[in-house]
């Protein structure tokens, strides 16, 4: 059974009415490349997904005890009484020292 070139056009459009469009060979190369394409991705992007490693690595920030960032700051508060004011400390790793302003 031999099909011709033009009857795999999907390039045509859709909104007009079929009785008046014409299937080309043109329209089928293009389609029969995009369907190649289409296929050669998709087996090569399954070949890479279901083919990958996986690789774990842990890193522990230990800087903590050996340095401290000195940090000067000059805030003046009126009319807040010394015994309500606090400082609260977070860093990037979310770990908090709350109220730090007794040490000061």
């Known amino acids: 059974m031999v099909v ?8 045509r459009r859709s909104k007009i009415l ?3 469009t014409v ?3 043109t329209g089928g190369v293009f389609t029969m490349l995009a369907l190649l394409s289409l296929a050669a991705l ?3 992007e399954s070949i890479k997904f279901f083919s990958s490693e996986v690789e774990e ?3 522990l920030d230990d800087s ?3 340095d401290s960032l000195a940090l000067y ?12 004011a606090q400082v609260d400390i977070h860093d990037y790793l979310s770990r908090a020292h709350f109220n ?5």
């Open 4 to 11: 011709s070139l033009g009857s795999w056009d999907l390039f």
């Open 18 to 20: 079929r009785d008046y």
């Open 23 to 25: 299937r080309t060979k």
């Open 42 to 44: 998709l087996i090569a």
């Open 57 to 59: 690595t842990l890193t």
């Open 64 to 66: 903590e005890f050996r």
């Open 73 to 84: 700051f000059d805030v003046s508060v009126y009319g807040l009484p010394c015994a309500f």
């Open 100 to 104: 730090v302003s007794e040490q000061l």
